[in-house]
T-cell receptor, first 113, second 114 residues
């Protein structure tokens, strides 16, 4: 069974530029999550989708971050404009059901200069 | 509000020695507790989870954890550490309140010396 796929693995941009990350969850998984992991910290939930609807985006900085999950399958997380403090690893995870085990991708590491 | 505390930022153990990683949580309802492991450059892998029932939980790779409600703890243990266990370990508490939100601790980095 293929795992959660994320791209790109690494991205370096300058502040005020934009960046987008892509995630393809495990086939059949209805729930998709984006987590932000800042160096030295545990992952923090940014947004959770159930199929193509948003369940929780209370910790998503909506002035600069946006996410979508068209057709209830893969998802894109965008940051525009990026700030220095956005430097982090962005982890995508999926679960079969809303309260099921989360399976994580390898993450996309963002460096903002 | 939910929170997880992992008091040890970094632990070093010798290969073959026993291991215990500490985790304390704060949650108003019955907690759902997890331990994840993260190797460098990798995503998080679930080691074990506690939802209910037996408070001693067995996981993968020879790990186990014990839920102690009176101490609000969920410590991870392994009787004999292998060099391949060197990684970052995260404890998390789940809040099933309409959303499936995991609150993670700050992690404990494990170094294994030969």
């Amino acid at each position: 069974e293929a795992g959660v796929a994320q791209s790109p693995r690494y991205k370096i941009i300058e502040k005020r530029q934009s960046v987008a990350f892509w995630c393809n969850p495990i086939s059949g998984h209805a729930t998709l999550y984006w987590y932000q992991q800042i160096l030295g910290q545990g992952p923090k939930l940014l947004i959770q989708f159930q199929n193509n609807g948003v369940v929780d985006d209370s910790q998503l900085p909506k002035d600069r971050f946006s996410a979508e999950r068209l057709k209830g399958v893969d998802s894109t997380l965008k940051i525009q404009p990026a700030k220095l403090e956005d430097s982090a690893v962005y982890l995508c995870a999926s679960s079969l059901v809303a309260q099921g085990e989360l399976f994580f991708g390898e993450g996309s590491r963002l460096t903002v200069l | 509000a939910q929170s997880v505390t992992q008091p040890d930022i970094h632990i070093t153990v010798s290969e073959g020695a026993s291991l215990e990683l500490r985790c304390n949580y704060s949650y108003g309802a019955t907690p759902y507790l997890f331990w994840y492991v993260q190797s460098p450059g990798q995503g998080l892998q679930l080691l074990l989870k506690y939802f209910s029932g037996d408070t001693l939980v067995q996981g993968i790779k020879g790990f186990e954890a014990e839920f102690k409600r009176s101490q609000s703890s969920f410590n991870l243990r392994k009787p004999s550490v292998h060099w391949s266990d060197a990684a970052e370990y995260f404890c998390a508490v789940g809040a099933w309140n309409g959303a499936n939100n995991l609150f993670f601790g700050t992690g404990t980095r494990l170094t294994v010396i030969p």
